[in-house]
């Protein structure tokens, strides 16, 4: 079946550093895959996606790309600020009848420290 | 503003109790979903819903039931038959089946 393992945290930064959240899955067809974050005490919100592979996401300052070859879809950002201190889930949704089904990852704890 | 609302925020169950979360959204989405997450895990698909009246189990559903009698609104009722309620419970809409899933605020279950 499909999964999503993504780096274990928590991950500690300081402002300005450059971030790097690592994802791989494991699936068959062509899934979207997709970074949710979560605020402490929220819900998910839809950070951003990739439909088909070499797309890639972006949203905030934050990007990925889904890599095929390798089956990946790395978290990046430039440079973190404080705020975005939260839990980084990566998801794919499976493919063909079952392309409803998100798969997430356990999530990374990123602190953001000033 | 168009959204997803879930209430209550915080909810407390007594054993051998039935208690039921609410869900309700405002962007003319066809399908629903539940979802629990346990401390350090992803989420995990309790039950969805495709269209009005139709719904279908997810990989935990034992211990749970769910209706949907209105589009906007996807009620999960956790039954006593759930040994292990305390999680938090999140809903999510999508335009259809196909297509992003967009997450409420949660509801954070607890056991007295």
């Known amino acids: 079946g499909n999964s999503v393992t993504q780096m274990e945290g928590p991950v500690t930064l300081s402002e300005e550093a450059f971030l790097t959240i690592n994802c791989t899955y494991t699936?068959?067809?062509?899934?979207?895959l997709f970074w949710y974050v979560q605020y402490p005490g929220e819900g998910l919100q839809l950070l951003l996606k990739a439909t088909k592979a070499d797309d890639k996401g972006s949203n905030k300052g934050f990007e990925a790309t889904y890599r095929k070859e390798t089956t990946s879809f790395h978290l990046e950002k430039g440079s973190v600020q404080v705020s975005d201190s939260a839990v980084y889930f990566c998801?794919?949704?499976?493919?063909?009848?079952?392309?409803?089904?998100?798969?997430f990852g356990k999530g990374t704890l990123l602190t953001v420290n000033p | 503003d168009g959204g997803i609302t879930q209430s209550p925020k915080y909810l407390f169950r007594k054993e051998g109790q039935n208690v039921t979360l609410s869900c309700e959204q405002n962007l003319n989405h066809d399908a629903m979903y539940w979802y629990r997450q346990d401390p350090g895990q992803g989420l995990r698909l309790i039950y969805y819903s495709q269209i009005v009246n139709d719904f279908q189990k997810g990989d935990i559903a034992e211990g749970y039931s769910v209706s949907r009698e209105k589009k906007e609104s996807f009620p999960l009722t956790v039954t006593s038959a759930q040994k292990n309620p305390t999680a938090f419970y999140l809903c999510?809409?999508?335009?259809?089946?196909?297509?992003?899933?967009?997450f409420g605020p949660g509801t954070r279950l607890l056991v007295l």
């Open positions: 998801a794919l949704s499976g493919s063909g009848g079952s392309n409803y089904k998100l798969t």
């Open positions: 999510a809409s999508s335009s259809d089946i196909q297509e992003t899933q967009y």
């Open positions: 699936a068959t067809g062509y899934p979207s």
